[in-house]
């Protein structure tokens, strides 16, 4: 592929409620630009896009795919996004390095949970955009209702750009109203507009050029006199008009058998922007913020969108580079973690082919392999330049499993296995919790984190298993209490004794404090060590239910030794086993982690969501209502909240969503925590049994 100066790129991601049509429209650009000689299939598994042996076991996509093509001599990247909620985190990451892009609707179905969630993602990222409704050859499509359907979620005004031709099975092709030409099939002729939709046609111009003279006041001028505008004219006015996001334009489309296909390429080209067309990108150099126009002449800066691990190539970066050129066989600062890094060849990658490239022009998106640690996120620029470029803000992942190995062999490649997967997704993350002794993977839900285990298992021969994660329960006291233990053991030789009294009481900082009040040298100062290490241990592994023990004042205020058999291990079981006798009296508790919850969902779901947390022992702190979402917060039980991710979607059809963050402990009422030592003594007597 040939290189592309900035003003001759276009950058669009394809973005939708899941099949909606992105794919096969994908392949449509790609076999009417002459890039493929047929048209691939979704369910043979031949799309350029779904490329991943798992998206085409599941037949839809998982990842982000970049796919350039040439049109009219520009070249436009288009990434195919996921349309599934679980891959949020795919669109955020192709939106951030898009500088427009195709929100596409089903013809029957219309705006649906994703659209909703890409359109407000495209909002953030102040993309201009336009609205394809794709599919029109359905038997029971009706674009109208699909665009009214988008025109109550959106606050920008929809322009229709097209009419149909021909209705459902009939459709085929498009009356443009740009051009005022009727295109058949995939639009490589214009024809006469058909007698009977001219008049249609005609009507709907008006609004095109209405909102055209919008564009410029000089336009306004003319057209308030004139109430004409010239093609050149319309075209300028509307490339203002879609920039500033005063107007998003609507066309159609039959993505699967190719309709309407150039003429929504020749509007990509015409009205959508180029790099240097869009607002400088802001970045945090040496002296505070600066602006980085997409410049050849500027200051080198990549930022890392998309990291891979391929078994053949190994790992290969996707990166959009913002300001300067990039050349091959050069050597590149990460900014990011603070380490250099040597570039190979350059390549561009269209699905899984992947052609090389001498330079990568500002604007442009290209790949690389082979870099030892750039990962997701990170930014690239010279060392005599430093430049950091924002990361989106990524929504928190809520869906938690614990991970075991399949294998002890699988147990030593954990580790950097998540930790991988966790540098190529931002939406993943993995920490191991001490208070329950897993190893913990969070994402966006349960199609994610079962993607994820199959990558681990396809890219890096890993064989992971999942199960629920157990709840960090704490436990303490409510009380003061005593208790003495006695060690003695003979075995023939020397023996082993020690005596301790201690006593416990509350602490209230949440710490462990040993106090030494022994008068009279009843036991060595030397010994105290060893009472606490076992007092230690013992807190660590719990005593009333297995969870770790806090907030304890423990005082050692008596004891005995003998001056032959006492040693200090003999004092570590006598202190443990002490330890253990006065927590038992000292009204001993269980603590569950209380969390704040706030829940978005719309105004018509929010019976059903009070009434769900109810279940959960949830205490509503607050409600609000405003256009037509309704916001709850609410403190509920993490336990509780375990697999709320997919209750929830289901309670409002996908349209609820909410987040998550630990407010305090409380303890846990007497019935469940009868019911979680109950489990524990089951749990510790399966293990002997074993």
């Known amino acids: 592929m040939k290189e592309y100066a900035t003003e001759s ?23 009417f630009t002459g890039i493929t000689t047929r048209l691939g299939k979704i369910e043979d598994g031949t799309t350029t ?34 349309g599934y909620n679980d ?7 192709a939106l951030r390095v898009s500088d427009s892009a195709l929100v596409l609707l089903d013809s029957v179905s219309g705006s649906e949970v994703g659209t909703e969630a890409a359109w407000t993602y495209c909002d953030l990222f102040k993309l201009p955009r336009f609205v394809v409704i794709n599919k029109m050859n359905r038997e029971n499509a009706n674009y109208q209702k699909a665009l009214a359907s988008l025109e109550e979620f959106s606050s920008t005004r929809l322009l229709l750009f097209q009419l149909p031709w021909g209705e459902k099975l009939e459709f085929k092709g498009v009356i443009d109203l740009l051009t005022m030409k009727a295109y058949e099939g995939n639009g490589k002729k214009a024809v006469e507009i058909p007698a009977e939709l001219k008049e249609a046609a005609e009507s709907a111009r008006q ?34 008009v879609i920039r500033r996001g005063e107007f998003i334009p609507v066309f159609l489309s039959a993505g699967s058998s190719e309709i309407g296909t150039g003429p929504l390429l020749d509007a990509i080209v015409d009205l959508l922007p180029a790099p240097n067309e869009m607002p400088p990108a802001i970045a945090e150099g040496k002296n505070g913020t600066e602006e980085l126009p997409a410049s050849d002449t500027g200051p080198l800066a990549l930022y890392v969108w998309k990291t891979t691990a391929d078994p053949f190539v190994g790992k290969q970066t996707f990166y959009r580079v913002y300001s300067g050129t990039l050349a091959s066989d050069t050597r590149i600062w990460n900014q990011t973690k603070g380490i250099e890094e040597r570039l190979g060849t350059l390549q561009i990658a269209r699905g899984k082919d992947i052609m090389p490239i001498k330079n990568v022009h500002a604007g442009d998106i290209g790949i690389v392999a082979k870099l030892s640690e750039t990962s997701t996120g990170n930014s690239l620029c010279d060392r005599a330049h430093p430049l950091t470029l924002p990361v989106p803000e990524y929504p928190a992942a809520l869906y938690r499993v614990a991970i075991f190995p399949k294998t002890q062999g699988d147990s030593t490649k954990i580790s950097s296995s998540l930790t991988r997967l966790c540098e190529e997704d931002m939406t993943l993350s993995w920490n191991n919790e001490p208070a329950t002794n897993q190893t913990l993977l969070q994402g966006m839900g349960d199609q994610h984190i079962e993607t994820a285990i199959r990558r681990a298992e396809s890219k890096f021969q890993v064989g992971l298993l999942t199960a629920e994660p157990k709840v960090p329960y704490r436990e303490t006291i409510n009380k003061k209490a005593q208790a003495m233990y006695r060690h003695k053991k003979q075995t023939g030789g020397s023996g082993q004794f020690g005596e301790v009294h201690l006593r416990i009481e509350p602490k209230e900082d949440g710490d462990f404090e040993l106090v030494n009040d022994i008068f009279g040298g009843a036991i060595s100062s ?3 060590p060893a009472i606490e290490k076992g007092i230690r241990a013992t807190m660590k592994d ?52 209380i969390m704040t919850v706030k829940i978005i969902v719309p105004e018509a779901n929010m019976g059903d969501v009070l009434g769900d947390l109810n279940t959960r022992r949830a205490r509503v702190q607050g409600m609000e209502s405003e256009k037509g979402k309704s916001t709850i917060t609410a403190s509920v039980p993490l336990a509780e909240m375990q697999r709320y991710t997919t209750q929830l979607r289901s309670l409002t059809g996908g349209r609820g969503y909410f987040t998550m963050e630990f407010s305090n402990y409380e303890v846990v009422p007497a019935h469940i925590t009868s019911d979680i030592v109950a489990a524990r003594q089951k749990e510790i007597q399966e293990k002997r049994d074993e």
Not at 25 to 30: G, K, N, T
Not at 52 to 80: A, C, H, M, Q, W
Not at 87 to 93: A, N
Not at 560 to 567: A, I, Y
């Open 526 to 528: 030397s010994y105290l």
């Open 87 to 93: 891959f949020i985190g795919e669109v955020i990451s």
């Open 207 to 240: 609004a095109l050029v209405e909102a055209a003279a919008e564009g410029e006041d000089a336009l306004m001028e003319k057209y308030l006199e004139t109430l004409e505008l010239a093609p050149e004219e319309v075209v300028r006015g509307l490339r203002n």
């Open 542 to 593: 719990g005593i009333l239910a297995g969870f770790p023990v806090h907030s304890i004042r423990v005082s050692v205020f008596d004891g005995k030794e003998h001056p032959v058999d006492s040693k200090p291990i003999a004092f570590e079981i006598a202190g443990r086993e002490a330890f253990k006798l006065a927590f038992k009296d000292a009204s001993p508790v269980l603590e569950e982690p």
């Open 9 to 31: 790129i276009r950058n669009v991601a394809l973005v939708s409620h899941s099949s909606a049509g992105k794919t096969m429209l994908a392949e449509a650009f790609l076999h």
């Open 49 to 82: 896009s779904d490329y991943d042996e798992e998206e085409i076991r599941r037949g839809i996509s998982l990842y982000t795919t970049l796919l350039p093509v040439e049109y009219r001599d520009i070249k436009i990247n288009f990434l195919d996004t996921p």
